[in-house]
């Protein structure tokens, strides 16, 4: 995967207690092997937009290696593990959403499919807890965001 092009700091210096459950979900997931990008309100949130954020949405990268490592920590860390479908199966759904103590998860992977190197190749990296989370560019997390928000 390309880098992404700089790295912003930590929004709130440090404190958990200071995200939405959506972000601090998507920064633990951060925390694994996963390869995605965080769109939708989080992303917005943290690119300093005044949204109220329900939930983490994550482009997953597409590809059988990413696809079983999502697996693996999805399954990690939902609340009901037998619910999160084998990585096979991952691999071609439009979308799976996970319940996790630290908030929802919705893996958009059909997005992935689709638009996984324009959204990384806008991208940046944000600190969110000490972790490293690639963020969406307001423009596509708002473009994604109008598209399948109410569909």
Not at 35 to 53: D, P
Not at 91 to 119: E, N
Request: charged content about 20%.
């Amino acid at each position: 995967m390309p880098a992404p092009a700089h790295r912003a700091e930590d929004a709130a210096n440090g404190g958990a207690a200071n995200y939405p459950a959506g972000v601090l979900a998507s920064a633990v997931l951060a925390t694994t092997s996963v390869s995605f990008v965080l769109v939708g309100s989080a992303a917005l949130w943290l690119r300093g937009e005044s949204i109220l954020v329900g939930d983490a949405d994550v482009v997953i990268e597409p590809g059988d290696q990413n696809m079983q490592r999502t697996r693996t920590a999805l399954a990690d860390l939902a609340l009901q593990p037998h619910a999160v479908p084998h990585a096979s199966r991952l691999a071609i759904l439009d979308i799976v959403t996970i319940m996790t103590s630290y908030g929802k998860i919705d893996c958009l992977l059909r997005r992935g499919r689709l638009d996984w190197d324009r959204l990384v190749r806008n991208s940046d990296v944000i600190l969110v807890a000490g972790a490293e989370v690639i963020v969406a560019d307001s423009s596509d997390a708002w473009n994604l965001r109008r598209r399948f928000k109410d569909k």
